[in-house]
């Protein structure tokens, strides 16, 4: 059974940081291409961040600069570090895997007060 469990979400002033964390259990981990969505009440969920099993980056013009995706292939888990957030930044924060299938978590919650 697949499972992508996302956790490190909260409340914090613009400004702050977050650090998200996607643990993941059932799938081979270091084949995976691991993503972060985030979706904002009333809006469609955007890609945020990706990192490939090979460990390159990318991430979306928004956040570039002020978050940092990474993987820890020892511990099956993928993380983004997120610094100088902003109310905009709010919403629910998704992790995707994606290989030959594509699996979601629950999200992780995420609200930026300015």
């Known amino acids: 059974q697949v499972q992508l469990v996302e956790s490190g979400g909260g409340l914090v002033q613009a400004g702050g940081s977050l650090r998200l964390s996607c643990a993941t259990s059932?799938?081979?981990?270091?084949?995976?291409?691991i993503r972060w969505f985030r979706q904002a009440p009333g809006k469609e969920r955007v890609f945020v961040a990706s990192i490939t099993s090979g460990n390159t980056a990318s991430y979306a013009d928004s956040v570039k600069g002020r978050f940092t995706i990474s993987r820890d292939n020892s511990q099956n888990r993928a993380y983004l570090q997120m610094n100088s957030l902003k109310p905009e930044d709010t919403g629910v924060y998704y992790c995707?895997?994606?290989?030959?299938?594509?699996?979601w978590g629950q999200g992780t919650p995420v609200t930026v007060s300015s």
């Open positions: 995707n895997a994606f290989w030959f299938s594509a699996y």
């Open positions: 059932g799938i081979i981990f270091n084949a995976y291409n």
